[in-house]
């Protein structure tokens, strides 16, 4: 068994982001593997899949130990996705072999990731909607959630479908289900949204692990070089997570997939840097306008600035590729306001400039 330190850095900068951003382990180990280092797609999930396997049950045991699992919410999770896990890995090994099976799961991944990518905003977007409308001060006390009903089919059906793309691509246990579940169940807290998806993931990479070992795809070589590296790398990542800039990294980690994927689908380098190009100038005015839309009225009142300015003049720019700069000027004054006025209550009347 060969040792890479090279892999073995990847799996570190991989594992620092999932320590970091709570996401992204499989949506970016596995196209490193295939891009970078010419790992056959296969081999590069089915090792992914390991590597998450001893990965989960880190973070898992926090939030086990706090409390913050929804246990019946994960049963019937992994009564859809364990079977569906082995069922993508029975497809996938039934395509055979070849340059042509490579280069279809290498499009099918790209897909995935394109979807990763949109999860990722999209529970981004959900979350803040949701600490807007409970219109909630910096100080004052949050009311208990209410419990939560299962909806046993619908969980069942999410795991299935969850379960099946991450057998065949090893993206999604993360990024994807946690978006799902945030759509099926907008009352469940944060961390429990968060522990109750590390805990689901661990039997339904469990499962493809399982799988795609027994039909022999599984490098323990190229494993043991990317533990190595992610198990200090989640770790570090960790432990820093509370202090980074959130808004800052989710976005990049959105531009990374997108790349990864567009590569895996086989754009050229120019059609590549265009779309990411496109992608930039048109989202950044987006994102503004969205997070200005959703601060709460009071944030407003305090930074002086009027809401209806920010987001309309995003909004409209952005369609005709020139709201890049003022989404920075967004970004780097007024947010940068909200932040610094963040864990302050306002006193007083408000003030307008």
């Known amino acids: ?18 320590g970091l951003t709570g996401m992204g382990g499989g949506a970016l180990m596995t196209p490193i593997l295939v891009l970078l280092f010419g790992i056959s797609p296969s081999t590069a999930v089915s090792s992914d899949l390991l590597t ?47 340059e042509d099976v490579a280069r279809r799961i ?38 208990p959630a209410p419990p939560v009903r299962v909806k046993r089919v619908a969980t069942i059906l999410i795991g299935l479908a969850g379960g099946f793309i991450v057998g065949m691509t090893s993206v999604g246990s993360g990024s994807l289900m946690i978006v799902m579940l945030l759509l099926l169940y907008p009352q469940l807290s944060a961390k429990e949204l968060v522990g ?47 202090r980074a800039p959130d808004a800052l990294i989710r976005p990049v980690l959105v531009v990374i997939l997108l790349a990864s994927s567009l590569k895996l689908l086989d754009f050229t380098n120019v059609a590549l840097g265009s779309t990411l190009l496109l992608v930039v ?5 987006l994102w503004g306008a969205t997070d200005a839309s959703l601060r709460p009225a009071w ?14 003049a995003q909004a409209v720019a952005a369609p005709f590729l ?26 007083g009347p408000p003030l307008r400039v």
């Open 1 to 18: 068994m060969h040792l890479d330190l090279v892999k073995a850095a990847a799996g570190a900068l991989v594992g620092f982001t999932v």
């Open 52 to 98: 998450s396997l001893v990965m989960k049950p880190v973070g898992a045991t926090v939030h086990f130990r706090r409390g913050t699992v929804n246990w019946s919410l994960t049963r019937w999770l992994a009564i859809g996705s364990v079977p569906a896990a082995f069922a993508g890995v029975f497809i996938l090994n039934h395509l055979g072999s070849g």
């Open 106 to 143: 290498k499009s099918l991944l790209g897909w995935a990731l394109i979807v990763a990518a949109v999860a990722m905003v999209a529970r981004a977007f959900l979350g803040a909607r949701a600490r807007s409308r409970a219109g909630l001060r910096p100080g004052d006390a949050e009311t």
């Open 196 to 242: 109750t998806d590390l805990v689901q993931a661990i039997p339904l990479v469990g499962a493809a692990t399982l799988s795609h070992a027994l039909f022999g795809h599984v490098d323990l070589g190229l494993t043991a070089s990317l533990l190595i590296g992610s198990l200090p790398g989640v770790y570090l990542g960790a432990r820093v997570s509370s």
């Open 281 to 285: 100038l048109v989202g950044a005015p």
């Open 299 to 312: 944030q407003w009142d305090v930074v002086g600035h009027r809401r209806t300015t920010w987001v309309t």
């Open 322 to 347: 020139v709201g890049f700069p003022l989404a920075v000027i967004y970004a780097t004054t007024v947010r940068r306001r909200f932040a610094e006025v963040g864990a302050h209550r306002p006193v």
